[in-house]
C-alpha cells in the first residue's frame, strides 16, 4: 500500500503491482495507471484483478484511490477536484522512473482520466483504455443531485 499527498493536502493511497522478475532493460514497457470505476475502490474492483494480471505478464500498474473513491465519496467528490489526485500518481510514477504511462480508467474512472489529460497534457501518457466507460454525466449528476436532497 502506498500513500500519497496532493497540492492541496488531501491523503491517497494506491497499490503497486510489480512484476516478480523484472524484463530486460532492453525491452522498454508502459507503466499503467488504474483508475477504478462509480462507487469502486482498489480492492475491490476490476482494477485490483487486472493489476495482479499486468504484473504477472511482467508490467507494472498503479491502482489508485482518489478523493471520488467509495460510493460516498464518489457522490460527494467533485469532477474538477480529482485531476489533483491524478496528478499526484502521475508524479508518483515520474519519480519512479515511469516516462511511458497508459491510463485505464473503469466506467467513471476513465472520464476522470480523460479530464485530467485534457487540463494537463501530461507528457508520461501515451495512451488511455476505457473499460466501460461513462456516458451522459450530466444527467446523471442531476439524478445523484436529486438523490442527495431526499
Same mark, same amino acid.
Do not use: C
Given at each position: 500500500?502506498?500513500?500519497?499527498?496532493?497540492?492541496?493536502?488531501? $491523503?491517497?493511497?494506491?497499490?503497486? #503491482?510489480?512484476?516478480?522478475?523484472?524484463?530486460?532493460s532492453l525491452i522498454r514497457r508502459p507503466t499503467f495507471l488504474l483508475v477504478h470505476?462509480? $462507487?469502486?475502490?482498489?480492492?475491490?474492483? /476490476?482494477? *485490483? /484483478?487486472?493489476?495482479?494480471?499486468? /504484473?504477472? *505478464? $511482467?508490467?507494472? /500498474? @498503479?491502482?489508485?484511490?482518489?478523493? $471520488?473513491?467509495?460510493?460516498?465519496?464518489?457522490?460527494?467528490?467533485?469532477?474538477?477536484?480529482?485531476?489533483?489526485?491524478?496528478?499526484?500518481?502521475?508524479?508518483?510514477?515520474?519519480?519512479?522512473?515511469?516516462?511511458?504511462?497508459?491510463?485505464?480508467?473503469?466506467?467513471?474512472?476513465?472520464?476522470?482520466?480523460?479530464? #485530467?489529460?485534457?487540463?494537463?497534457?501530461?507528457?508520461?501518457?501515451?495512451?488511455?483504455? #476505457?473499460?466501460?466507460?461513462?456516458?451522459? @454525466?450530466?444527467?446523471?449528476?442531476? *439524478?445523484?443531485?436529486? @438523490?442527495?436532497? *431526499?
Amino acid at each position: 500500500m502506498l500513500f500519497r499527498s496532493t497540492a492541496d493536502g488531501i $491523503g491517497l493511497t494506491g497499490v503497486l #503491482y510489480a512484476p516478480a522478475i523484472a524484463p530486460p532493460s532492453l525491452i522498454r514497457r508502459p507503466t499503467f495507471l488504474l483508475v477504478h470505476g462509480f $462507487g469502486g475502490d482498489i480492492m475491490r474492483s /476490476a482494477t *485490483h /484483478a487486472l493489476g495482479l494480471r499486468l /504484473a504477472q *505478464h $511482467g508490467f507494472t /500498474a @498503479l491502482a489508485v484511490r482518489t478523493r $471520488g473513491s467509495g460510493l460516498r465519496n464518489t457522490i460527494s467528490a467533485r469532477l474538477d477536484e480529482i485531476p489533483k489526485d491524478l496528478a499526484a500518481w502521475s508524479a508518483f510514477l515520474g519519480t519512479r522512473g515511469a516516462s511511458r504511462v497508459i491510463g485505464v480508467g473503469q466506467g467513471i474512472g476513465g472520464m476522470w482520466l480523460s479530464t #485530467y489529460l485534457s487540463e494537463s497534457q501530461d507528457p508520461r501518457f501515451r495512451g488511455v483504455v #476505457y473499460l466501460g466507460p461513462t456516458r451522459d @454525466l450530466p444527467r446523471s449528476e442531476e *439524478h445523484t443531485s436529486e @438523490l442527495q436532497s *431526499h
